[in-house]
């Protein structure tokens, strides 16, 4: 669809890790190992973003005095067909003999990862490259997150181990894999209620991934956020009558798992506080202001100006800011929130709003109910719910083949508490066009993707108010391309470019990445190895690649000169830190710092019609600022310098948040 759209890559295999319990302690008193009476032979739907997208076909049997596991892969991600098949085969006690992971295409088969252990060595081989490490005495493979199946058999040689806290994961990487019995679930009532025991796994790549088993010890369901992708379940099929309830328990395990990440950061500071001496940029557009006081007083700005005519009241705590600058809190206005993961991080990094641009609805109800409630502590969500077309081709939960679908949808998405509709590729015009209709009767916005079956003028002439991507075609510094953006001032049509995205989709594989991101030293690893090390692969050469970026940016630049309304966006990148890097992109897009900055504030807040409250440091707004080290405007890079994170006058240290979040500050 568009010539710069990045492709969502899915590594088939990340990493392959090898993994041996950590203690010896634990090899002597193994319980006996669990080999099922008979064998297993399940089928698990998978569940793509609550979209039904193929299946998964497994079996467990003993063999050769251990068991065997094969499983089979298949789905199809709008439109395009995926498959992978895993055998694992292992002594008694699960240890492991062989692992190997396998990609079937139309006519052929392709050995994606393989381990076969041989005594105290291994022979791995991931995509061709093969090399022999040491294994310690008892060992296990697990890679990236599908076949699901995998993670039956990691249970329960964890299990057959004396389930151990921590698996330690070799060869090279010193943070292990924590597994964890966390509760019992029920389902169902009656003769269909089924007792589901829950896991989480942690550490195989960025976030938890989360498994039941139901009490024959089958897989009944694995969920995964996909490690800063997208979302994915299995479910097994016996179970889909129950799917409803079992979201709720996915969205419950990871509601749960979120509040004891978020509980372990408390603030600085609340109440009546003052800051003082810091450089005060309220990105209103107005110089900024040197030596201010902003005051704050039961989660609003009370008063913000010089410290000279801006008086600390009596009984509010004085918080010496001197050197500094505030900023307002942040925006990413192209987010998905597929884990819980996500809140920390983006709150971490000053990001203090977010708007989700598609993913699974129970999870995102649930995350802001938690955070408006104060259970949680996380920015301010905003929705726009994701809609397609029906079948395979299409995306997410919600297909709309017929205008008067599109419009229950919208209406279901309203009664969410959905603030926008994300229109997908695979709708036809007169669906759009009911969905913009029915939104706008609600007071609801619609952004998203250009259909395939319309052009980009079309898209917006059907009502779409925003546009994701920056879908433009041709150079709008040309005559053509005036006519394009007087098109888009007429519609007050909003664009949230994601051009941090696009630079990583179309960054040539040889370009190192701190070229665009110094900050991997400070990624939890599995981040790092499984999701980061898979970005920016595209096999154009470094020069093509900057063109193509230099282009996208110059057309950014002519719609933003021109009045066009541009937000920040990330669509997810490098969590959060994506954001820092959209605001350096408009930089060099040739925006002055300060309407970049607006970009992930002011204007942001506008566009979700919830500048009253949000945006700027103004009086009777809500106290939603960042304390840098550094001032943005003197360099836009400053904005990565975060040292205390407000939210409704609530102050938390960035590096606690960072620290609590799993990374390092
Ligand atoms: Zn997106």
């Not at 302690?25 to 009476?37: F, I, K, N, Q, W």
């Not at 600058?325 to 000053?350: M, N, R």
């Not at 179309?506 to 999701?531: D, F, Y």
Request: overall charge neutral.
């Amino acid at each position: 669809m568009l010539t710069f759209a990045p492709i969502r890559r899915f590594p088939l295999v990340a990493t392959l890790a090898l993994a041996a319990t950590s203690a010896a302690p634990h090899s002597v008193r193994h319980a006996p190992a669990r080999l099922p009476a008979t064998p297993i032979a399940d089928s698990l739907r998978i569940l793509y973003i609550g979209r039904p997208a193929g299946w998964e076909h497994y079996e467990l049997s003993p063999s050769d005095g251990g068991m065997k596991l094969t499983s089979d892969y298949d789905w199809v991600d709008r439109g395009k067909r995926s498959h992978t098949q895993l055998t694992i085969t292992t002594g008694k006690d699960y240890a492991l003999k062989t692992f190997e992971t396998v990609r079937i295409g139309d006519t052929s088969r392709t050995v994606t990862a393989s381990v076969e252990i041989d005594g105290a060595r291994a022979k791995v081989t991931r995509n061709g490259k093969a090399a022999d490490v040491p294994v310690p005495d008892v060992a296990y493979a697990v890679s990236s997150y599908y076949p699901t199946a995998q993670h039956l058999a990691l249970i329960r040689y964890w299990q057959s181990h004396g389930s151990p806290k921590t698996i330690a994961v070799v060869p090279g990487d010193p943070n292990p894999l924590t597994i964890r019995k966390r509760a019992v679930d029920t389902v169902g009532s009656g003769a269909s209620r089924v007792v589901l025991t829950r896991y989480t796994i942690d550490g195989a790549m960025w976030g938890i991934n989360y498994l039941w088993l139901d009490g024959e010890g089958r897989l009944a369901m694995f969920a995964t956020g996909g490690g800063a992708g997208l979302s994915f379940k299995t479910v097994r099929a016996a179970l889909m009558p129950l799917r409803d309830e079992l979201m709720q328990v996915a969205t419950r395990a990871q509601m749960a798992e979120l509040v004891d990440i978020t509980s372990r950061t408390k603030p600085l500071a609340e109440g009546k506080l003052a800051l003082v001496g810091a450089t005060l940029v309220d990105a209103t557009g107005a110089p900024a202001v040197p030596n201010a006081t902003v005051v704050v007083d039961n989660g609003r700005i009370v008063a913000a100006g010089p410290s000279a005519s801006t008086p600390v009241p009596p009984g509010s705590r004085r918080i010496d800011v001197a050197g500094r600058t505030i900023i307002p809190g942040l925006w990413d206005s192209h987010a998905h929130l597929h884990q819980i993961e996500w809140i920390p991080t983006y709150f971490a990094a000053g990001v203090t709003s977010v708007r989700d641009m598609g993913s699974e609805w129970p999870l995102l109800v649930a995350m802001r109910k938690a955070i408006r409630s104060g259970t949680v502590t996380g920015p301010n969500l905003f929705f726009a719910g994701l809609i397609d077309g029906p079948g395979l081709a299409g995306f997410g939960e919600f297909s709309a083949a017929t205008p008067e679908e599109g419009r229950a949808i919208v209406r279901r998405y309203h009664q969410l508490g959905f603030e926008m509709i994300k229109i997908y590729m695979a709708l036809a015009p007169e669906v759009v066009a009911a969905i913009c209709d029915e939104a706008h009767k609600l007071d609801m916005r619609c952004t998203g993707h250009v259909p395939n079956s319309m052009d980009l003028h079309e898209a917006i002439d059907a009502g779409m108010d925003q546009l994701a991507h920056f879908p433009v075609r041709g150079d709008l510094t040309t005559d053509e391309g005036k006519k394009q953006i007087a098109h888009f001032l007429a519609k007050k049509t909003i664009f949230d470019p994601t051009a941090s995205w696009g630079e990583i989709g179309g960054k040539s594989a040889t370009e190192p990445m701190e070229n665009i991101q110094p900050v991997l030293q400070h990624l939890p690893r599995p981040l790092l190895q499984e999701h980061v090390s898979s970005l920016g692969q595209s096999p154009s050469d470094t020069g093509a690649s900057h063109a193509r970026l230099a282009r996208m940016l110059a057309n950014i630049k002519a719609a933003h000169d021109a009045g066009v309304p541009i937000i920040a966006g990330t669509d997810e990148g490098i969590p959060a830190y994506s954001v820092y890097r959209e605001l350096e992109l408009y930089v060099k897009a040739g925006f002055t710092p300060m309407d970049a900055l607006r970009a992930a504030t002011a204007v942001a807040a506008q566009a979700m019609r919830v500048d009253k409250d949000l945006g700027t440091i103004a009086t009777g707004k809500r106290a939603d600022l960042l304390v840098l080290d550094a001032n943005p405007l003197e360099n836009i890079s400053n904005v990565r310098t975060v040292r205390f994170v407000m939210k409704d006058g609530r102050m938390f240290d960035s590096a606690a948040l960072w620290t609590a979040a799993g990374f390092t500050p």
